[in-house]
């Protein structure tokens, strides 16, 4: 008998389980978006080449377009919908409206996720290929605007908003020091 | 305490949908929800040139969720004899499935309709097409100049004046250089996507595009329908940069939708888009310019060839872009194309000034080294007092107020014109500069403005905001021609039911949008009674600037600017960084100085991109983009970019209500060559063709 | 994309019993392959055994101070690894030079190994292409081969591995380990991938249905003075278009011991042994460097357009040695 082309799963996204039945074939990013009417996860270029659809998986970010929803039963799922919180913005998209970090918007929720991710790789002292010396001894890198760009380099902004990208990543990173 | 209620126009202000983008709230074209919702997917042609011969449908239609398939034999006709908005006819590519000829790779032949898209996908990758194949030619060259016709575009083809051979032969310094630039495609981060319906008698469609009024006349003429019947809704918009008029997607959705009385979504693939969304022609230029020893130009010759494809005429205009540049007795520019089994390319951010500017501002770098003239002297030498061809006035010209604050704030006095001296580790460090200009225009447009009862402003204008800001400028050329802040104020947009406004185009859109809206709102500030009652249904002013955008004077008018840009080239590897850019700008009244800077960085980065990374390769053999996708087709990434800085001088345009000139291509004009022209500076070495990629870096050599 | 089926496994024997050697069905790990694979059409499987919940998600040390790596820990796990970081800090920096932030989250190290080329003409199924449809042609060698081989390649074929991991565990001497419904197996990874030879379309020597359960890395005290520089067409997020994994001991102005494989030239990661035959015992200079790489490139087959490869790789070589040398003898 030929296995089954289809399942019944439960998605947990922003904390809210969902249960529904995929076609094998849906991805991640087309569940989120076809299925569960949250249509902030952008589809970019469908192939993991633009980061459009950065969503954060079991807290890592991750490019939902390569991610069958099927696989990502189990796993819990945060997309731009769900990254403020109680009423207030993250202190990433409050720095990318305050400063501007974006044109047209569609890599936006994309980059805001890939953002928030990108500062706790950093605070766990995760390299990076902008990382002079990577080995344990030398210490965590300061995040300059090079580890930025370099660490959010997956994430692609065709209206050319990087360098306020950056500035905002930059002034989240701020607060979040601050506030630690 | 006195509210300040003036002056809105020029503060910076975050964008009024900001907060809906930060949260994934805003929608884009493919994610409005509709009951009972169809998806399409396009087929295009495997072969670059020939006939369909047959399409077998009958197994498709087997398919799970299979609805229908459209192809030559069973589409609705449509009728491609128009000229619509824009002053053109339509590319007949999107006169879809209308006949048997296939004109380039990529083609669409077939619409595979099916309940959900990874039905329709299956279906569409299923589907047998065979093709009667024919001999097909791509190759690009300079070489095939002789075969090319002269073409007028947005600009003039061909324009001359003075003998070119007599100032040249008496010049003291002669540059003749040739420069390329290959295929460009603007790849906006929200592909193409369309949804057709039938509600009430009409037919909507929610789209991603520059302009519903423009896109929804097409759609009328296509399909023959009463221009009241078809309302075309495109709120937000993912970029577009030149590539979103009507297209294949929006055509196919409403055959589709039409056929099977429900709302069906066509949504481009992006490997799709390298062959349905237009692209920036390859160019191959050649310049010459003839000038004393002190380098005042005696003669500008500029010529540019480039492609359009076998079924409809469109050129990229580059050897227009230094007729109101720079003064020469003999100036001879003329901008040719040949025909060739491709799709057609078009308008892509600074269509024409974009490539025209690296050749031309490489060569004035080139002729600068020659006379031993610094470059930004070189250009100041050659300040035209009127138009270099046309003898017209210039509206404003401030060119040389942004070169002198740029070199002030760049540090250009300190640069030692040497190449190739600067070294710092690995890196061989250079900096250069190049000018930068673009058409200043207004296009008619109409605009309402409403008093509501409640103390606020509705301003309906129907402006695409494609990642500009104009939803937000708007929003203050209305409050300060209301006397109102900003905060009372709200725009609708992007409807074509709000009536015919200019499209997001040629840096004209909030110029003309502007106009109409600060002349509504002004006459409905004369209008209202202060103190007065507003009655519920509120008080509408209309406006509609044809008269007034028709009465202005011939002038040349034009925006400036001056770029900036350091780089680090290694050339044992071949690899360039860029390290910092400055572009100071002569554009008009900033209306909201925190997106304007972004967007003219952005355009800056777009130049960078441009002299980097960006090209696509068409294979021989298929015909078709080698690598059509985002890991194939480099764009600038995080990476790529520095710190870039945008700033401006004071100039607001004397003819326009506001001021504003517009900014959403000089930024990149000129970039490209600043690039080019400070990796020269750090090796020694001239890049003429474009992208300056590692390779071409390494096996040129430098001085290491 | 074709409807499959799909299958968690949560065991390794589990997950090779599932698959059950079927040529329809593939292990999917992060997918970051595959599935985009998928969408193009390139792979269509019918069945998918998804190996990511398998228990092999972890980097130990083994007794004799190498690593084991399971097969399911991620790029971004491995390149965050404090013992990787230590002993083969080339190895982290390759897997930091790969993809994105993203795609590391989600690709794991087995994946790695077996992800196919990015040749534009083997991703197009519109395309002729021999790895794809064997007997079909290659276009590349008469058509676009800027990014093409100029190692080890063939008439049959000119495409690339786009790894950069395996260019670090190929210096490292890195040993695959993997499972079949008759038992496990493991071999070298420099006996890993097959010649190209006519056969493009098989591609490494995994028996029908295995699984890759993990990579052994043996010592290497060499390894601590390592080094990945890649070089591609923008400064991240891109393939190499060249790259280098090296490692260098020096003595007295000798080279004492060298590590050197090279990416983006071949298909496979190609380990520079006639190069280090060259280094090995001669004086750590930059003139040694040059002519270990040109004992390397000797064998270069460039074709019309990518022939600046070797003067890339020529180069690299000499600077990173180079570099590697002064900081060993700092």
């Known amino acids: 008998m030929p296995p089954s082309t289809s399942s019944d799963l439960t998605l947990s996204v922003n904390g809210e389980k969902y249960t529904l039945t995929v076609d ?151 607060a979040k020091e601050a506030a630690a | 305490m006195t509210t300040a209620t003036r002056g809105a126009v020029g503060t910076a202000h975050t964008r009024v949908e900001g907060l809906d983008k930060v949260t994934g709230a805003a929608r884009y074209a493919a994610e409005i929800p509709f009951a009972e919702l169809a998806h399409g997917w396009l087929v295009l042609s495997t072969v670059a040139r020939g006939r369909v011969r047959a399409v077998d449908a009958e197994a498709v239609l087997e398919m799970p969720g299979v609805l229908t398939v459209l192809h030559h034999h069973n589409a609705p006709r449509v ?227 480039s492609q359009t494809s076998a079924v409809h005429d469109f050129v990229e205009p580059s050897a227009a872009a230094g007729r109101a540049m720079y003064a020469a007795d003999a100036h001879h520019t003329a901008s040719r194309v040949v025909r060739l089994d491709v799709p057609t390319p078009t308008w892509m951010r600074a269509p024409g000034e974009a490539p025209g500017s690296f050749a031309l501002e490489s060569a004035l770098d080139e002729l600068a080294e020659r006379c031993g003239v610094d470059p930004i002297e070189l250009r100041l030498r050659n300040e035209p007092e009127v138009g270099p061809v046309s003898g017209l006035p210039f509206g404003s010209r401030n060119l040389i107020a942004c070169f002198r604050e740029g070199a002030r704030r760049f540090g250009w006095a300190e640069r030692d014109p040497r190449p190739g001296v600067r070294r710092e580790g690995r890196w061989l460090l250079g900096t250069g500069t190049a000018a930068a200009s673009f058409p200043v225009m207004a296009m008619p447009s109409t605009a309402a403005v409403t008093a509501e009862a409640d103390g606020t402003f509705t301003v309906g204008i129907n402006a695409a905001d494609i990642g500009t800001g104009a939803r937000t400028a708007l929003t203050l050329v209305a409050a300060d021609a209301l006397d109102v802040p900003a905060d ?61 955008v028709g009465a202005l004077a011939q002038k040349e008018r034009h925006s400036y600017g001056a770029q900036f840009a350091e780089v680090a080239v290694d050339p044992t590897t071949g690899e360039v960084r860029v390290r910092r850019m400055l572009g100071v700008f002569a554009a008009g009244r900033i209306v909201n100085p925190l997106t304007a800077r972004n967007q003219l960085v952005g355009g800056m980065v777009w130049g960078l991109s441009m002299a980097l990374h960006e090209e696509a390769v068409r294979d021989r053999a298929s015909g078709g983009v080698y690598g059509a996708d985002l890991a194939g087709y480099h764009v600038a990434a995080h990476a790529d970019v520095p710190h870039i800085e945008a700033d401006w001088v004071d100039d607001p345009d004397p003819d326009d209500p506001v001021g504003i000139k517009g900014i959403g291509e000089v930024g990149i004009v000129g970039a490209a060559a600043a690039v080019a022209n400070a990796v020269w500076h750090a090796t020694g070495v001239r890049h003429r063709n474009l992208p300056i990629r590692p390779d071409r870096v390494l096996l040129a050599g430098g001085r290491a | 994309m074709r409807e499959f089926g799909y299958q968690r496994a949560y065991d390794v024997s589990g997950a090779v019993a599932l698959l059950d050697g079927d040529p329809d069905a593939r292990f999917l790990g992060g997918g970051t392959n595959l599935v985009d694979l998928m969408k193009t059409g390139v792979e269509r499987p019918a069945l998918l055994v998804d190996v990511r919940e398998l228990p092999l998600n972890r980097v130990e040390s083994t007794p004799d101070g190498g690593l084991r790596i399971g097969a399911t820990v991620t790029n971004s796990d491995l390149a965050a690894h404090p013992e990787v970081r230590r002993r083969y800090p080339a190895l982290a920096q390759a897997v930091l ?46 058509g676009e081969h800027h990014n093409h081989a100029v190692l080890g390649a063939s008439d049959h074929c000119v495409a690339t591995h786009p790894s950069d991991m395996g260019v670090a565990l190929a210096a490292f001497d890195a040993v695959v380990a993997y499972e079949t419904a008759d038992g496990p197996g493991e071999v070298p990874l420099a006996d890993f991938y097959l010649p190209v030879g006519e056969t493009p379309h098989l591609e490494t020597v995994l028996p029908p249905g295995a699984l890759i359960t993990g990579v052994t890395l043996p010592p290497a005290p060499v390894a601590a003075v390592s080094r990945y520089r890649k070089v591609r067409e923008r400064a991240s997020y891109a393939f190499a278009i060249g790259s280098i994994a090296a490692a260098l001991d020096v003595h007295d102005g000798r080279v004492r011991e060298v590590r050197l494989a090279f990416g983006a030239v071949a298909s496979r990661p190609w380990r520079a042994r006639a190069a280090e035959r060259v280094l090995t015992g001669a004086p750590a200079d930059a003139e040694t460097f040059a002519a270990a790489a040109d004992a390397e490139l000797a064998r270069a087959k460039p074709l019309p357009h990518n022939g600046y490869k070797v003067t890339l790789m020529r180069n690299l070589v000499v600077a990173v040695l180079s570099e590697l040398a002064e900081e060993a003898t700092r």
């Open chain 3, 97 to 142: 030079a790969g993809a994105s932030g993203q795609l590391r989250n989600m690709a794991t190290v087995g994946g790695n190994l077996l992800q196919r080329t990015r040749c534009g003409y083997f991703a197009d199924v519109t395309s002729p292409c021999n790895k794809r449809v064997p007997g079909s042609g290659c276009p590349a060698v008469e």
């Open chain 2, 79 to 305: 009728d491609s004899d128009y000229i619509g908005l824009l002053g053109v006819p339509p590319d007949p590519t999107v006169a879809l499935f209308q006949h048997d000829r296939v004109p380039h790779l990529g083609w669409p032949v077939a619409l595979v309709v099916a309940e959900t898209s990874e039905q329709a996908r299956e279906a569409a990758e299923t589907l047998v097409v065979h093709y009667d194949r024919e001999p097909h030619d791509i190759a690009f060259s300079a070489g095939r100049e002789s075969e090319a016709h002269a073409l007028d575009g947005h600009a003039p083809a061909v324009v001359e004046k003075g003998d070119l051979a007599d100032r040249l032969a008496e010049s003291a310094v002669v540059v003749d250089a040739e420069y390329t630039t290959p295929e460009e495609y603007h790849n906006p981060m929200e592909p193409h996507a369309a949804t057709a319906r039938w509600e009430g008698g009409r037919l909507e469609v929610v789209d991603s595009n520059q302009g519903t009024s423009w896109v929804a006349g097409e759609l009328a003429n296509l399909f023959s329908l009463d221009p009241a019947s078809v309302r075309v809704r495109s709120e937000h918009v993912g970029g577009g940069f030149g590539s979103k008029g009507v297209r294949a997607h929006q055509v196919a959705a409403v055959m589709a939708a039409t056929l099977l009385q429900r709302p069906v979504r066509v949504v481009m693939t992006r490997r799709q888009m390298f062959s349905l969304a237009g692209y920036r022609s390859p160019t191959a230029q050649r310049v010459r310019l003839g000038a004393d020893a002190d380098g005042r130009l005696r003669a500008l010759e500029h010529r540019s060839l």
């Open chain 2, 488 to 548: 009372r104020v709200r725009v609708r947009i992007g409807d074509s039911d709000l009536g015919p406004a200019m499209i997001a185009g040629g840096s004209t859109g909030t110029r003309s949008w502007s106009w109409a809206v600060r002349t509504a709102a002004e006459e409905l500030r004369g209008s209202l009674v202060p103190g007065a009652d507003i009655p519920p249904e509120g008080v509408t002013v209309r406006s509609n600037t044809a008269e007034a």
């Open chain 1, 24 to 174: 094998h074939r849906t991805t991640l990013l087309d569940a989120l978006r076809e299925r569960l009417d949250m249509t902030g996860t952008k589809k970019g270029c469908d192939q993991g080449q633009c980061g459009a659809c950065t969503v954060l998986v079991d807290g890592r970010r991750s490019v939902s377009c390569l991610q069958l929803a099927v696989a990502a039963e189990g796993r819990e799922i945060t997309t731009i919908e769900g990254v403020a919180e109680g009423g207030e913005l993250h202190p990433v998209q409050q720095a990318f409206l305050d400063l501007d970090g974006y044109q047209c918007g569609y890599c936006t929720p994309g980059q805001i996720c890939s953002a928030i991710a990108v500062l706790e790789e950093h605070a766990a002292g995760w390299p990076s290929a902008a990382t002079g010396d990577v080995r344990p001894e030398a210490g965590p890198p300061p995040l300059t605007p090079e580890e930025i760009r370099e660490r959010m380099s997956g994430n692609l902004c065709r209206c050319g908003a990087y360098v306020s990208i950056v500035q905002a990543v930059a002034r989240a990173a701020e």
